[in-house]
């Protein structure tokens, strides 16, 4: 059965972890300014088909929802 309850009592699957694993020992900036992140971005835009929007990474749940629920409040 899949669990939607949280997204922390779950392992990765196997292709997350064999992702993870080649970048292990790589040294990356933290806070999305890395590469794998402007890559994620990229391929964000690409799937939108929008070039002309910001795409930023929130590191966690309750900082995306004050940020998200602030937004459409404004």
Do not use: C, W
């Amino acid at each position: 059965m899949i669990s939607f309850m949280n997204d922390y009592s779950e392992g990765a699957h196997p292709r997350v972890l064999e992702l993870l694993m080649k970048s292990n020992l790589e040294q990356n900036i933290g806070y999305g300014e890395d590469v794998h992140s402007e890559k994620a971005r990229e391929y964000i835009k690409k799937k939108l088909q929008r070039e002309d929007v910001d795409i930023h990474f929130i590191p966690a749940g309750t900082q995306t929802n004050l940020l998200v629920i602030s937004s459409f409040l404004r």
